[in-house]
């Protein structure tokens, strides 16, 4: 798993939020080895979909793929989400994955 981080230039305006985020959330709670980064990713994508937190959710989708989820394990975890967590958000979430799947066959 590469290296997490809040986005540096957030500390301008909120350093505590971008101190935290990086020693609690990314180096202790990703970090913990209970789970897998790749499990940690499959419950972040899916938390963020059926909350429709999109704003966040493409940066984790990306994180779950260099995780070893594959695009096709996503669309099964979104596609299930549907039924419990709403259609237009599984939509969203399946748009937001196919374009990082279309950058990723491009590049």
Wanted: hydrophobic fraction near 45%.
């Amino acid at each position: 798993m590469a290296k997490q981080s809040a986005p540096p230039e957030l500390a301008k305006i909120a350093p505590k939020l971008v101190e935290v985020t990086n020693e609690v959330l990314f180096d202790d709670v990703w970090e913990r080895p209970e789970l897998s980064p790749r499990d940690r990713s499959l419950i972040t994508v899916s938390v963020l979909a059926a909350l429709y937190r999109t704003e966040q959710l493409g940066y984790h989708l990306r994180t779950a793929l260099a995780n070893g989820l594959s695009v096709e394990e996503l669309s099964e975890a979104i596609t299930h989400l549907a039924f419990y967590a709403g259609w237009p958000n599984a939509m969203t979430a399946i748009n937001q994955l196919k374009a990082i799947a279309d950058e990723q066959t491009t590049d």
